[in-house]
């Protein structure tokens, strides 16, 4: 069975392992590598070129998604292929579009429920369900006159959504599931701004702790138009409970916060991403373990990506660094590659190899 990766570019590096105590850091070097297309087909029927958030893989099969408004007359939407022959899912036999309204603009894609058999799509504006096996609406859930953040984020079948008073809000922001089967929307938690900072709640994760309680981890971004001032804040929240477990303030510099969901690792620790800094804290205390600030650009294009214990960062001006999760040393870093994050881009790794969408800094791959 042959292995299949779906990126737009790839550039290679060797993710070597140390021992402990210490950790020495060693230089990466690249690694040529064979690739050959599997298989190329017809996003649109016309051949009409796009732009593409990254595949969403379930199943045997993967997800194409579209991105922003309208492009010379193609609608929004999504292809879903077979992975190995590119065939298109019997549901999704039709060209792209008209599973959203057109006058929204597609942000985000995920897939749950059970058996992963629901694409959830974000727009901003609206929540949609769709069923995987049928291609047929589930529901739809407009947030107006509020608005939905960019990602949604799996929670077990069903779903989660942030919303609010606009993209930064002057009063409130919540979080709130969406029913797999329904939509029903059940709000979990609400925040108030503070000081005059307009904010909004980025993308949660979650986890269970040793007493069965489901936990939501998240970062707030804050800011102060009159201070010209950023503020980001870090929470865990008991769902089980319905009660804050900690609340953390002024623990960085960083003006911002990610997009991006933060991530769970052993040893009862989270991760969190801030535009120019990681931050890691155990999840039962909150108090910060590690964290790096200040880097000389902003990391927030790529998510992190967490592999065989180490944790991996991608710069806006192309640099690489890979880190020990556990105490955040600098296990190695490549700051004369030239490849830039892709627009909505990723890293991932396989059989230890880091794999990244990049592009030149005159133009998209």
């Given at each position: 069975m042959k292995?299949i990766?779906?990126?737009p570019?790839l550039?290679?590096?060797?993710?070597y392992?140390?021992?402990?105590p210490?950790?020495?850091?060693?230089e990466?070097?690249t690694?040529?590598t064979?690739?050959?297309?599997v298989w190329h087909?017809?996003?649109?029927?016309?051949s009409?070129?796009?732009?593409f958030?990254d595949?969403?893989?379930?199943?045997d099969?993967?997800?194409?998604?579209?991105?922003?408004?309208v492009?010379?007359?193609?609608e929004?939407?999504?292809?879903?292929?077979h992975?190995?022959t590119?065939?298109?899912?019997t549901?999704?036999?039709?060209?792209p579009g008209g599973?959203i309204?057109?006058?929204?603009?597609l942000?985000?894609?995920?897939?749950g429920?059970?058996?992963e058999?629901?694409?959830y799509?974000?727009?901003?504006i609206?929540?949609?369900a769709?069923?995987?096996?049928t291609g047929n609406?589930l529901?739809?859930?407009k947030?107006s006159p509020?608005y939905g953040?960019?990602l949604?984020?799996?929670?077990?079948?069903?779903?989660?959504?942030?919303?609010g008073?606009?993209a930064l809000?002057r009063?409130?922001?919540?979080i709130?599931?969406?029913d797999?089967?329904?939509g029903?929307?059940?709000d979990?938690?609400?925040l108030?701004?503070?000081?005059?900072?307009?904010?909004?709640?980025?993308s949660?994760?979650w986890?269970?702790?040793e007493?069965n309680?489901?936990?939501l981890l998240f970062l707030?971004?804050g800011?102060?138009y009159?201070?010209?001032?950023g503020k980001v804040?870090?929470?865990?929240?008991?769902?089980?409970?319905?009660?804050?477990v900690?609340?953390?303030?002024?623990f960085t510099?960083?003006?911002?916060?990610?997009?991006?969901?933060?991530?769970?690792?052993?040893?009862?620790k989270?991760i969190f991403?801030?535009?120019?800094?990681i931050?890691?804290?155990?999840?039962?205390?909150g108090?910060?373990?590690?964290?790096h600030?200040?880097?000389?650009?902003s990391?927030?294009?790529?998510?992190l990506?967490?592999?065989?214990?180490?944790l991996?960062?991608?710069?806006?001006?192309s640099?690489?660094y890979?880190?020990?999760?556990?105490?955040?040393q600098v296990?190695?870093?490549?700051?004369?590659i030239?490849?830039?994050?892709?627009?909505?881009?990723?890293?991932d790794?396989?059989?230890d190899?880091?794999?990244?969408t990049a592009?030149p800094d005159?133009?998209?791959?």
């Amino acid at each position: 069975m042959k292995n299949i990766l779906f990126l737009p570019m790839l550039l290679l590096f060797s993710c070597y392992g140390c021992d402990k105590p210490p950790i020495t850091p060693i230089e990466p070097t690249t690694t040529k590598t064979n690739l050959e297309v599997v298989w190329h087909v017809l996003f649109y029927s016309d051949s009409f070129p796009d732009f593409f958030w990254d595949p969403v893989f379930f199943n045997d099969y993967v997800i194409f998604v579209n991105t922003y408004g309208v492009k010379q007359g193609h609608e929004r939407g999504l292809g879903v292929y077979h992975k190995t022959t590119g065939k298109r899912h019997t549901a999704w036999q039709k060209d792209p579009g008209g599973i959203i309204d057109i006058t929204e603009e597609l942000r985000d894609c995920k897939v749950g429920g059970d058996n992963e058999n629901t694409i959830y799509l974000s727009t901003c504006i609206s929540l949609y369900a769709y069923d995987i096996n049928t291609g047929n609406r589930l529901w739809q859930h407009k947030h107006s006159p509020y608005y939905g953040s960019l990602l949604v984020s799996v929670f077990g079948k069903d779903v989660l959504h942030n919303y609010g008073l606009g993209a930064l809000s002057r009063s409130w922001y919540r979080i709130a599931k969406f029913d797999n089967v329904s939509g029903s929307k059940t709000d979990l938690l609400q925040l108030y701004i503070e000081d005059n900072y307009r904010f909004l709640i980025e993308s949660p994760t979650w986890t269970v702790n040793e007493n069965n309680d489901t936990l939501l981890l998240f970062l707030t971004s804050g800011w102060n138009y009159e201070l010209v001032d950023g503020k980001v804040k870090a929470y865990c929240y008991n769902i089980t409970k319905r009660e804050m477990v900690w609340e953390k303030k002024g623990f960085t510099n960083d003006k911002d916060a990610s997009k991006h969901a933060p991530i769970i690792i052993e040893n009862n620790k989270v991760i969190f991403q801030s535009m120019r800094a990681i931050h890691c804290m155990d999840i039962a205390s909150g108090e910060l373990v590690w964290q790096h600030e200040f880097m000389p650009n902003s990391i927030s294009m790529t998510p992190l990506l967490y592999y065989n214990g180490k944790l991996f960062s991608r710069m806006q001006g192309s640099e690489v660094y890979c880190y020990d999760a556990q105490s955040g040393q600098v296990l190695w870093s490549n700051v004369s590659i030239q490849a830039y994050p892709a627009p909505g881009g990723r890293m991932d790794a396989y059989q230890d190899k880091l794999y990244l969408t990049a592009s030149p800094d005159d133009g998209y791959v």
